[in-house]
């Protein structure tokens, strides 16, 4: 019995020395890093646009650092579910996120979030950003934004489908109808999968958002502008922008890879050297081409100093619209 | 003919050995996933995504989808033994399934779960490929008020699922559709009923809420009881269904396939849609309605030749058109993608190769399904004899692991709890999980479509009544509340309970 009692105890002293070994290692080997496997979170469900990037990212990133990067989907209210988990987490570098720059900017004016956005993450890197497109039915007689602007002052109530309330599609379509003092009716769908259908059956007249690109490649949609975008897509040379009708632009919301606040300094080098090399890749970018999204790197630096300004600008631009907190 | 050279296109792209071997993976990844609680298609589907990168596209899809419909098999296993619906599409199963299996005919349920499975998948993609593109643009004329009133047609046709009360039946549809309520609004994005738990803000989980309404509520129930209740005693009985079996559930499987089919089609709730309804149809048809609840064989072929027809429909919309029905297809989608493949009109023409192969895939894989399915159907009854005292800790700890798995959150396991003890009191109080369920599913639809409804016609109802198929719809599902309304109607077709 006695021996027993003791062996416990030693086992139990030597179980507790390596629990705190390992705890430790992670904080003071920082140089070591990375010693086990990353989570990189992802803010959209999977099969979407950026779940497709982000696991992507993953697969290349992982041969780079020398282990598993693990992607977990945590999907919902705009993206600030994973927000708020990847805010809480702690800053060793083994939890990080893709989600999107408006995380820190534009959603927290519309919705309640329980971190606060300026001050909760490490940003490292854009990689990309959402770029919208006005699109309608090929067969219809309205051929450019130009004839739309004018056969929609005369036809008041034609119908739009976004891919949700207050989003960038949503809003920036808005931006275009007051600026050119049209009557447009904003009818919100969940995602390109339930607004695709409606216009292709022809239950809305007019489809704004991001999944019109395979359908108008195939001529079954027209494109007639973009928007949040700075200039025009090189795939569509000849559709306007809605900077350049004369009309304010609603940004669009930037990917990026971002950990929670307060990643150590050689650790976030060592991400963004990756992350940066993995999406300068060749691979990365014919995935970017064959997606239609244009390459928009940013240093993290760069976001995070910039965030303050973008918010003001948004909280403008929503004043402008009426809508908000 | 075309059907035969595309068939033969197919069929060599299919039977690859290497494209073989894959598709006989997916559907046993498909039948595993299914059976086990928690885990779903959409879960391993993009977990396995990655590691598709190196194959061929075409490999890759027929894996993917492999899983896909290889789980709908799956999905009815636990629904008939253990009262566990593996997915929504399985919970109508529950009601007779489970019954057959306590009458000590685990066998034939599961044996009839399989072949109609298997047949309405392979009749749903004959008519896929002779019909595909047509089918699509019917299916596209559903706009909002149409989905608006074939959901209040659905939510009259729950109450036909009712065994005894049917007022009964209709409050549990409007609490499960208040219950669907809860997350952020999708129209204007506010917050309802989420108490600030962000858990809550895109609903409550469909898969806590089915393991604790029909599962853990079970085990509830069955703890009052003596242990001498073993389920089968020992007498299993056939494995197979038997030639009465079969004579029975002949025109269920039939008309299990149509239904499945037609509303499988329509992006949304179509599959779920697809196998109350055809539940309900049984039951308004039979002569004998008073057994459904109670052990039909005709309960458990309708619906599951249902969801494997509504599954095989799904593939059209989301191959002639890239739109997904199901958050599954949406990751097969995603898969596309990746491989660079544009999903949308043009597949068919520019990667015959691939739409034909797949589809191909489709036949071999049912096939595999079948004999895959067959002889675990032994394996399968003889955990019945598994005593209680083991099987049901056994069952509580998986749907615990399930739960949690699902988004690693505790706020699921309590979600599941709590409909645990509400579905035993539900039981103690004869109101039926089944309609509720069903109902929150519906739910979020049913709003959206209203919501958009009415931002179209500025806020007037007539719409619902101008646009003709809801309207269609509408008058069916008053026709329906009035026999409701009627004694004497109801029992000819419902019967004495």
């Avoid at chain 2, 309605?289 to 027809?309: D, L, M, R, T, Y």
């Avoid at chain 2, 639809?445 to 269609?472: D, V």
């Avoid at chain 2, 509340?481 to 109607?489: E, F, H």
């Amino acid at each position: 019995m006695r021996t027993m009692k003791n062996l416990s105890a030693v086992q139990v002293i030597t179980g507790l020395t390596l629990f705190f070994l390992m705890g430790f290692s992670s904080f003071t080997f920082a140089q070591d890093y990375p010693t086990r496997p990353i989570t990189l979170y992802c803010a959209f469900p999977a099969g979407a646009t950026m779940d497709v990037l982000t696991r992507a990212l993953a697969i290349r990133a992982e041969k780079i650092l020398g282990v598993p990067v693990v992607v977990d989907n945590k999907v919902g209210a705009l993206g600030t579910v994973c927000a708020a988990i990847l805010a809480s987490q702690k800053p060793d570098g083994y939890t990080i996120g893709v989600i999107a720059t408006g995380a820190m900017t534009y959603v927290p004016l519309l919705y309640k979030v329980s971190y606060k956005p300026l001050d909760a993450f490490t940003p490292l890197l854009q990689f990309s950003q959402f770029i919208g497109g006005l699109s309608i039915l090929n067969e219809s007689p309205i051929k450019t934004v130009y004839d739309l602007i004018e056969y929609a002052k005369t036809h008041p109530g034609l119908t739009f489908g976004s891919t949700g309330t207050n989003g960038f599609h949503h809003l920036a379509v808005e931006l275009f109808s007051q600026c050119k003092g049209l009557n447009l009716k904003h009818i919100p769908y969940k995602g390109g999968a339930e607004s695709i259908p409606a216009i292709l059956g022809k239950h809305i007249d007019l489809h704004a958002g991001s999944a019109h690109i395979p359908y108008v490649r195939q001529g079954v949609l027209r494109l007639l502008m973009n928007y949040s975008a700075t200039k025009r897509d090189p795939s569509f040379p000849d559709v306007p922008t809605l900077i350049e009708l004369g009309c304010p632009d609603y940004p669009g919301d930037g990917m990026m890879v971002a950990g929670p606040k307060g990643l150590p300094e050689p650790i976030v080098k060592k991400l963004k050297s990756a992350f940066k090399a993995v999406a300068d890749g060749q691979e990365f970018q014919n995935l970017l081409v064959q997606l239609n999204l244009p390459y928009t790197y940013k240093d993290g630096e760069e976001l995070n100093k910039e965030a303050p300004a973008v918010t003001e600008y948004y909280k403008d631009l929503n004043k402008k619209l009426g809508i908000g907190k | 003919m075309d059907f035969f050279g595309n068939l033969i296109t197919g069929l060599s792209v299919a039977c690859e050995p290497y494209n073989l071997l894959f598709c006989f993976l997916g559907v046993f990844i498909g039948t595993l996933i299914g059976v086990l609680p928690g885990l779903g298609p959409s879960a391993t589907l993009s977990i396995l995504l990655p590691v598709t990168f190196g194959m061929p596209a075409t490999t890759a899809i027929i894996m993917l989808s492999g899983i896909a419909y290889g789980a709908q098999y799956g999905g009815s296993t636990t629904s008939i033994l253990v009262n566990i619906p593996g997915e929504t599409g399985s919970v109508i199963t529950c009601l007779d399934g489970y019954q057959m299996a306590r009458q000590g005919r685990a066998g034939p349920a599961l044996g009839i779960a399989a072949f109609g499975s298997f047949i309405a998948g392979t009749v749903g993609i004959i008519v896929l490929q002779i019909l595909a593109p047509p089918l699509v643009n019917v299916a596209l004329k559903f706009g909002a008020p149409e989905y608006f009133s074939l959901m209040i047609l659905g939510l009259i046709i729950l109450t036909f699922l009712a065994e005894k009360s049917m007022l009964k039946a209709l409050m549990m549809a409007g609490m499960g559709t208040f219950f669907g309520t809860v997350g952020l609004d999708s129209i204007s994005g506010v917050a309802r009923f989420t108490f600030d738990i962000p858990d809550f803000f895109d609903g409550l989980g469909i898969v806590p809420m089915v393991m604790g309404l029909f599962g853990i509520a079970e085990i509830f129930l069955n703890l009052e009881k003596t242990i001498k209740t073993e389920i089968s005693d020992g007498k299993i009985g056939n494995l197979l269904p038997t030639l009465k079996d079969w004579v029975d559930s002949k025109w269920a499987l039939v008309r299990g396939t149509v239904i499945g089919f037609v509303l499988g089609l329509l992006p949304g709730a179509g599959a779920v849609l697809s196998t109350f309804v055809s539940y309900a149809v049984e039951k308004m048809v039979s002569k004998n309605p008073q057994k459904f609840g109670h052990g039909a064989i005709e309960g458990v072929a309708a619906p599951e030749s249902a969801n494997n027809a509504a599954a095989s429909a799904g593939f059209v919309p989301m191959l002639t058109l890239g739109i997904p029905v199901i958050p599954t297809y949406a990751i097969l989608l995603g898969a596309l993608m990746l491989h660079g493949i544009t999903p949308g009109p043009m597949l068919m023409k520019q990667h015959p190769d691939l739409f034909w192969g797949v589809i191909a895939s489709m036949y071999v894989g049912n096939v595999m399904l079948l004999v895959l399915n067959l002889p675990l159907i032994g394996l399968w009854v003889r955990v019945l004899r598994v005593p209680y005292p083991i099987l049901f800790p056994l069952i509580l700890l998986f749907c615990l692991i399930g739960a949690y798995a699902i988004n690693k959150s505790t706020v699921d396991v309590a979600i599941m709890l709590f409909c645990g003890v509400l579905g035993y009191l539900m039981r103690k109080f004869e109101y039926e999980p089944a309609p509720f369920i069903m109902a929150f599913v519906l739910s979020p639809m049913l709003e959206t479509s209203l919501r958009r409804s009415l931002a179209f016609s500025n806020g007037k109802f007539m719409i619902f009544f101008t646009h003709p198929i809801s309207l269609g719809c509408l008058i069916l599902a008053s026709l329906l509340l009035v026999t409701a309304a009627l004694p004497g109607i109801r029992e000819k077709f419902v019967g004495e309970a």
